[in-house]
């Protein structure tokens, strides 16, 4: 395991170490960590990042995101895909357990919304809660896992990873997006994240991450936010600095249930 400095058995001895604290977090079930991964492997990774600027996979751009990202693994170089299966490992999946309580997660081969994500100057994503159930599996949505490559990261550059309280008074957490930080956390339908400011980066410069998804085949309701929500796609949340900004094309699609969704855009094209 060269990519973590550590063994199996002492991977899930740390799990154990941080889960008091990831479970108490605020506003939710959460916790970042620094310097995780061996620094040489993930500067390898990022050398090989693809320019999602030119590619055509997946372009977000509307009033609730403007960002860029990979679709599947084909994007993904030599030693980004020898990472991403490690993160979708036994090894690493029994870490996550140790760490967060949650039991028989399951990796997504398709890394379905996860993969390279890319956030160019001026480019953000606004608060939401993420879609509950994999598209495909139907699963049920458990974790997110965030590994950042950006080196020289300013705090003037923006950015930051932001976690909101259920009322959405404010951020009550922010992670600077750091090379060789991972951030993880438990997903409800009530978990609201994002990084809403545009980036202010410099214009050679981008916001870099991988994203990972993990799931487990039901969940407990006190696991599911919003009194137990049914399916339900990205749940977008308006700040107060936000409050008119939201499309009804926006208001239309949150409430519209995903089978009815994604049948539109089969016969849409």
């Known amino acids: 395991m060269d990519f973590i400095n550590k ?7 740390f799990g154990r170490e941080k889960r008091e604290g990831y479970l108490t977090a605020a506003p939710f079930a959460s916790g970042y960590y620094d310097n995780f991964f061996n620094a040489e492997r993930l500067k390898e990774i990022l050398n090989e990042f693809p320019d999602l600027a030119k590619q055509t996979d997946l372009k977000y751009n509307d009033a609730n995101q403007v960002k860029l990202a990979s679709k599947g693994e084909y994007r993904f170089g030599e030693k980004t895909k020898e990472f991403m299966h490690f993160l979708n490992s036994q090894p690493f ?10 039991q028989n997660l399951i990796p ?11 956030i160019l100057p001026g480019g953000m994503l606004k608060i939401h809660a993420d879609f509950n159930k994999h598209p495909n599996t139907k699963l049920d949505r ?51 994240h994002g990084h ?28 599911a936010g919003l009194t137990h929500a049914s399916e339900h796609n990205t749940i ?9 900004s939201f499309s009804m094309k926006e208001v239309i699609k949150q409430i519209t249930p995903p089978i009815i969704l994604n049948a539109f855009r089969r016969k849409n094209g």
């Not at 999946?93 to 949650?102: A, D, K």
């Not at 977008?236 to 008119?244: I, Y």
Request: charged letters at 25%; a negative charge; glycine letters at 8%.
């Open 142 to 192: 458990r974790l997110n896992v965030l590994v950042y490559l950006n080196e020289d990261w300013h705090e003037e550059y923006g950015g930051h990873f932001e976690l909101w309280d259920t009322e959405m008074k404010g951020a009550v957490t922010k992670i600077l997006p750091l090379f060789n930080r991972m951030a993880i956390f438990s997903t409800t339908s009530n978990s609201y």
């Open 93 to 102: 999946l029994e870490f996550l357990t140790e760490l967060t309580g949650i």
């Open 108 to 118: 997504d081969p398709f890394f379905d919304g996860g993969g390279c994500h890319q």
């Open 7 to 13: 063994t199996a058995e002492e991977l899930k001895a």
């Open 236 to 244: 977008f949340k308006a700040r107060p600095e936000d409050k008119g």
């Open 196 to 223: 809403p400011n545009k980036l202010t980066c410099p214009p050679d410069r981008s916001r870099k991450s991988l994203a990972l998804y993990y799931y487990t085949n039901g969940r407990p309701e006190e696991a």
